[in-house]
């Protein structure tokens, strides 16, 4: 209950006090000026908004796996690292982010942050940029489908929910455009109405074995249906799919975090993981590393994270009405991804250390079998039965919960039990876990829409400057193409992922908290190299405080995984061992790819923070005429309400 509490009263003071300060003194907001949106307004993807909606659409597309996943992962440390961590980096960090590079987007008609690197920065910079975060953005989004297949794959339930809100998301989008256009209230209660049932329905078809047939689907096909929804996400005007089923998306997001809290504050259920663990000096079993630097990496989606930069410079500034509404929606938005890490990090420790443990400790090095499991977790001090793993797993609807790595299924597990204990008791355990998993798939699916959108932009961007007419983001053959293009990447990571589950695209999971937290220091050499240019120096340690502990915790654990000789932490080391072993060569081959993309990452960022510093040593010196890039100024037609 009390980190609900205090939670709330810093994210309260946060967006109160230090977000007014930013739009006050640094970005000086103006209710007057005209957004890309209202002037560029081509009814497809510059559209203006109602703010919830473009709040809601924010919120789904940010909110990923990340803040679910990486607090659970991080709790092997104790619930006190993360915890911090996701208080201190989200408001003085990822909220900041998100706010700034949001409004220089929406200053400059909606560009993205690699046109913005390119003009503000330097070519060099802006190529250096576009390679990295093109690089990032295609295996982030192969990675995410694939976290989706395998949480629906033989799942009737949460196939049928999540598949549901495409046509609810689709009547709402005509409802709001068409039918009842500005009756955000109504269409609200329509869509809230409608994910309800779907939500009921799920668990009607789950029970009848005749229409269950029709929604248990192998991951192959979930591929392919994935990859398919990624194209017309990206392709449909953003009104008809995007925004509504990301706004509809937020309802059962907030919705139940909002229940989480409100059943955490009423029950106040004990925290039974440590502050502390004795796993912070790098033993851990769900991960190796010390929690420096590595609880900073495991947890980025909540604290700071690099893909909001691409949203925020991405789909949202092309909705964006006002521009006195990217407060709410830039910092605002960051602020309830946030809550939502602590609710997972709260969900992980509720259970019993030892029960945590099974969950999310690997066979390789608990045992194969659970009484063995069970001995090993016992001997840490952390006291498990394979009896209460058995009754666990029976009350939840599972075989076995040992081993079931990855953060999901363990979030899962605590968010069951706290409903559980609050709402139908144990008899509804297994329902409020299949919910959660349900759950848990569709706040990944909006981060794969709209990073799917976010792609084909850049694409564009890139072949605009090739041929001038596939620039135009309002063309549909260059729509398609490059549509086609971003989803056939990443697509090509999924089928990899999919066909070979030990292999391919798992073994870049490593990579992902490094290039999310990379994404970060591009942007914030961004947003700095601007503010400098604002004639706004003296602010700059607003985006300069938190750049410095990125590159810290970054840099470090860039070369730990490169270079520790623990094999479970260095990929060279694991290659070696696995040589030494009698590895396969696919496996020796994907741990020395993931070293050569870690080191051409840090490589291509490094550069662009040295030449971040140049520009901004030069701007202040006095050697260059700084130059403020912003579209010209034009007064809206919007009354102020």
Not at 432 to 457: C, K, N, P, Q, S
Not at 527 to 547: D, F
Not at 626 to 640: L, M, Q
Request: charged residues 10%; glycine residues 10%; contains cysteine.
């Amino acid at each position: 209950m009390w980190l609900v509490v205090a939670a709330v009263c810093c994210y309260a003071l946060g967006y109160r006090f230090y977000s007014s300060f930013i739009a006050a003194k640094i970005l000086v907001l103006d209710a007057e000026r005209a957004t890309p949106a209202e002037r560029l307004d081509n009814g497809r993807d510059f559209v203006p908004t109602n703010k919830w909606v473009v709040f809601g659409h924010h919120f789904a597309a940010i909110a990923g796996p990340g803040p679910l996943v990486g607090p659970v992962l991080a709790a092997q440390f104790g619930y006190l690292p993360g915890t911090l961590w996701l208080l201190a980096g989200g408001v003085f960090g990822g909220c900041v982010q998100d706010f700034v590079i949001l409004l220089f987007s929406v200053r400059r008609d909606g560009k993205s942050l690699t046109e913005m690197a390119r003009d503000e920065i330097g070519p060099v910079g802006g190529f250096i940029a576009y390679a990295a975060v093109i690089s990032i953005i295609v295996i982030l989004l192969g990675v995410c489908a694939l976290v989706v297949v395998n949480a629906l794959k033989s799942s009737p339930w949460g196939t049928f929910t999540i598949a549901m809100t495409i046509p609810i998301a689709l009547l709402m989008g005509v409802y709001l455009r068409r039918l009842r256009p500005g009756r955000v209230l109504e269409s609200s209660l329509l869509g809230f109405i409608l994910v309800m049932l779907a939500i009921w329905g799920g668990k009607w078809i789950s029970q009848t074995p005749s229409m269950a047939h029709w929604f248990t689907l192998s991951a192959t096909s979930l591929a392919l249906i994935i990859i398919g929804y990624g194209f017309a996400a990206s392709a449909l005007p953003v009104w008809l799919l995007l925004a509504p089923r990301d706004y509809l998306s937020t309802f059962v997001k907030l919705g139940t975090i909002g229940l989480l809290a409100l059943g955490i504050v009423a029950l106040r259920p004990t925290m039974h993981m440590p502050a502390l663990t004795r796993f912070i000096d790098g033993s851990g079993p769900v991960f190796a590393g010390r929690v420096f630097p590595f609880a900073f990496i495991t947890i980025a989606c909540g604290a700071i994270s690099g893909f909001h930069s691409l949203i925020s410079s991405g789909t949202t500034p092309k909705l964006i009405r006002r521009e006195t509404e990217t407060r709410m929606v830039g910092y605002g938005a960051m602020l309830a991804e946030s809550m939502v890490a602590i609710m997972a990090t709260i969900a992980a420790c509720v259970l019993q250390p030892g029960i945590y443990f099974a969950i999310n400790s690997p066979a390789g090095i608990v045992g194969q079998t659970a009484e063995n499991a069970a001995a090993v977790i016992s001997g840490w001090g952390f006291p498990v039965s394979a009896l209460d793993m058995h009754s666990l797993a029976q009350s939840v609807g599972e075989q076995s919960l040992f081993n079931r790595t990855g953060g999901a299924p363990a979030f899962a597990v605590g968010m069951a039990h706290i409903f559980s204990n609050s709402i139908g008791g144990q008899a509804l355990m297994a329902i409020w876990y299949h919910f959660a998993i349900m759950f848990e798939a569709l706040f990944i699916l909006t981060v794969l829409d709209a990073g799917t959108r976010v792609g084909r932009f850049m694409l564009q961007d890139a072949l605009g400057h090739v041929w001038r007419p596939m620039g135009r983001t309002s063309w549909y053959p260059s729509i398609l193409v490059t549509s086609a293009m971003i989803v056939t990447a990443w697509g090509y990571f999924l089928s990899q992922g999919v066909k070979d589950p030990l292999g391919g695209i798992n073994s870049l999971w490593p990579l992902f908290g490094i290039a999310n937290q990379l994404l970060g220091i591009v942007a914030l050499c961004v947003a700095t190299t601007i503010i400098i240019k604002m004639q706004r120096a003296r602010y700059a340690a607003v985006t300069i405080a938190p750049l410095a502990a990125l590159v810290l915790v970054t840099f470090t654990a860039s070369w730990h995984k490169v270079f520790d000789a623990n094999p479970r932490i260095g990929f060279l080391a694991h290659a070696r061992q696995l040589g030494s072993g009698g590895g396969t060569a696919r496996l020796i081959f994907n741990d020395r790819l993931d070293a050569v993309v870690t080191s051409a990452l840090i490589i291509m960022v490094a550069l662009i923070l040295v030449e971040s510093v140049s520009r901004w040593m030069s701007g202040l010196s006095g050697r260059t005429q700084a130059e403020v890039r912003e579209t010209p100024f034009v007064r809206t037609r919007f009354a102020e309400k």
